[in-house]
Nanobody, 128 residues
Framework: QVLLVEFGGGSVQAGGPPRPSCAAS?????????MGWFRQVPGKERERVAS?????????QYTDSVRGRFTVSQDNAKNTLYLQMNSLKPEDTAMYYC???????????????????WGQGTQVTVSS
């Protein structure tokens, strides 16, 4: 059974650096196709935030609104995905979800890429 468990969110002041993390069990991040972070606020569609394609290739992608502020990485020894968040803004407030896909296709940001496993989410709240 594959489980993705997020932690590391919370309420922060604008600029403060939380680091959502996603621990995987029953799944090897080293062999993953895509691993990604998504976020969603009530009443809006889920948004792709950042992704990393296969740790051996280590291609990362970011949505425009977070590029330069967020960094996605993974520690294969810990089977954990991270999202380092800097220069936070109130508009970054959302539930953050991690996801993993087994397919080896470098299209992690494409709507056509199917993520197979999802975590339960961790809330990040940024106040000004």
């Amino acid at each position: 059974q594959v489980l993705l468990v997020e932690f590391g969110g919370g309420s922060v002041q604008a600029g403060g650096p939380p680091r959502p993390s996603c621990a995987a069990s029953g799944y090897t991040t080293e062999a993953a196709g895509c691993m990604g972070w998504f976020r969603q606020v009530p009443g809006k569609e889920r948004e792709r935030v950042a992704s990393i394609y296969n740790s051996r290739i280590n291609t990362t992608q970011y949505t425009d609104s977070v590029r330069g502020r967020f960094t996605v990485s993974q520690d294969n020894a810990k089977n954990t995905l991270y999202l380092q968040m800097n220069s936070l803004k109130p508009e970054d407030t959302a539930m953050y979800y991690c996801a993993a896909g087994v397919r080896l296709w470098n299209a992690c940001f494409s709507p056509a890429y199917r993520y197979d496993y999802w975590g339960q989410g961790t809330q990040v709240t940024v106040s000004s």
